[in-house]
């Protein structure tokens, strides 16, 4: 069994250079962060949140000729959007409509330029 090194906070700082300090993120923010780079980490996920921001709301079943994939690879990309949080559902009868999450998106941005 193999046990991951882990950076415990100081209250202390090591040196007189405030600048040489760091913050490591709460692994809560850092849980999301990478569940979300994973969602995008995936060309047709992108591609499908690039076609639902395009078109503001769209139907899965307007997804589903377009990208020329199974309606049940569609909804399998969709749900990981959806559990990372960059998309929104809703059921009106029998049809699913989809919206970006444009803060969540704009909070993964938020991340990488925070490393950057």
């Not at 993120?25 to 999301?32: I, K, L, N, V, W």
Request: with cysteine; proline share 5%; hydrophobic share 40%.
């Amino acid at each position: 069994m193999t046990t991951e090194p882990r950076l415990e906070p100081k209250t202390d700082p090591c040196c007189d250079i405030p600048e040489r300090h760091f913050h490591i993120g709460d692994a809560e923010t850092t849980a999301r962060a990478a569940a979300v780079f994973r969602a995008l980490a995936d060309e047709t996920r992108l591609r499908i949140l690039k076609a639902i921001s395009q078109m503001d709301e769209l139907c899965e079943c307007n997804i589903v000729p377009v990208l020329g994939l199974s309606q049940p690879t569609v909804n399998y990309h969709l749900k990981l959007l959806r559990e990372a949080g960059l998309v929104q559902s809703a059921r009106r009868g029998q049809w699913v409509y989809h919206r970006v999450d444009r803060r969540a998106v704009l909070g993964a941005v938020r991340e990488l330029t925070e490393i950057g």
